[in-house]
């Protein structure tokens, strides 16, 4: 009974030591929340986004592959120190890394957005029955093409993203005068980009005094009817829209319009049709990188397009849209270090659009 009893006043004893040892312990203050995924890109936070760019400019920036382009002169003296990288998610989220105010000329990044711009106006059979949507497996300014298409093939079998077939879309752009067709496409363009752009005349000009081989292309696209206007004035706005300047963080966001169906994200702005972006994504699928297309969208699977003037778009539809700049070119005229930069950004973000997760 005593036992029972002192046992009983030692239990009392030791919760009464515990409860007051219990109470001079600070309370554990409550975890931070985890950083919340970013909606577009379900199972990454923007920091993991930044991360990822980081990362790509850290590791390419110092390598010495590729050359400027040199066949228009003042491509040769842009600064091929230049590296800028950005991406903007389908929910209007910027992220940028490296050189993001520096602008290039657009080059045959523009072809993207005046065949839009003639799908939007005159339907994508347009583009399919005057030009053609294959690939050529030739350069971007290859005359044989045209001449294959049009002695084996027998007609419109080439695409919208090399000269002959760009050179074509340029004279479908609906307008009355030279003035108005050109408003039109550097219109659309800054709709894409969310601000006004404008012309680096420098290259406008030094490429208008060398661009022979592209006079000679609008030329015979027009003796083989494929251009049905004056042949001169679709190659001289085609020239002027090549040199339409723009940053990376203007191309990531045209990029971003694609990839949020057509609705600029940042500006919110429709600015092409939903139902004509799988036709515009598909082109550049199948010819984007021109002859390197195939090996591109094999290693990423994301539609995109290249330009000399060293920028290089990607868009990984729902989800984000990708630009980097950096002059120095491959011999198949694509920028080496954006090649290199969007295929580590897109894989490390999950990017690639035909790889479904298995259930
Ligand atoms: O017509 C040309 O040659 C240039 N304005 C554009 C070529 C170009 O960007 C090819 N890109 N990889």
């Excluded at 980081?54 to 600064?79: C, R």
Aim: with cysteine; net charge neutral; charged share 20%.
């Amino acid at each position: 009974m005593i036992r029972h009893t002192l046992g009983a006043l030692c239990g009392l004893a030791l919760a009464a030591s515990l409860a007051s040892a219990q109470a001079a312990k600070p309370a554990k203050p409550p975890k931070p929340p985890a950083p919340a995924a970013v909606a577009a890109l379900a199972g990454y936070t923007e920091a993991d986004i930044q991360a990822a760019l980081q990362a790509a400019y850290d590791k390419y920036k110092d390598i010495q592959e590729g050359k400027n382009a040199d066949y228009i002169p003042a491509l040769a003296k842009v600064d091929p120190k230049i590296y800028g990288i950005a991406l903007v998610t389908t929910d209007g989220k910027v992220y940028t890394a490296g050189d993001v105010k520096a602008e290039v000329s657009i080059q045959s990044i523009s072809k993207v957005f005046t065949m839009a711009k003639v799908i939007e106006e005159s339907g994508a059979e347009a583009i399919e029955k005057r030009i053609g949507v294959d690939a050529t497996g030739m350069r971007f300014n290859s005359i044989v093409a045209v001449e294959f298409a049009e002695k084996a093939l027998g007609g419109p079998e080439i695409n919208p993203l090399v000269n002959p077939g760009a050179i074509t879309a340029t004279s479908m752009v609906k307008g009355a005068s030279r003035d108005e067709v050109w408003k039109s496409i550097l219109g659309y363009h800054s709709e894409f980009a969310g601000r006004p752009l404008g012309v680096d005349q420098e290259v406008f000009k030094s490429e208008a005094a060398t661009n022979q081989r592209n006079q000679a292309i609008g030329q015979l696209m027009y003796a083989y009817e494929f251009i049905k206007s004056d042949p001169a004035q679709a190659t001289d706005v085609y020239t002027e829209q090549c040199a339409i300047a723009v940053n990376a963080k203007d191309l990531a966001t045209m990029a971003g319009t694609l990839a949020n169906g057509g609705k600029n994200p940042v500006t919110g702005k429709q600015v092409l049709a939903n139902a004509n972006v799988p036709k515009v994504l598909a082109v550049m699928a199948t010819a984007g990188l021109y002859d390197d297309s195939g090996k591109w969208f094999f290693r990423t699977g994301l539609p995109a397009k290249s330009g000399v003037g060293g920028g290089i778009i990607a868009v990984s539809p729902g989800k984000f849209g990708i630009a980097v700049i950096s002059p120095p070119l491959d011999d198949a005229g694509n920028s080496v270090r954006a090649q290199k930069a969007i295929a580590d950004v897109s894989n490390a973000l999950g990017g690639n659009p035909l790889a479904p997760k298995a259930r």
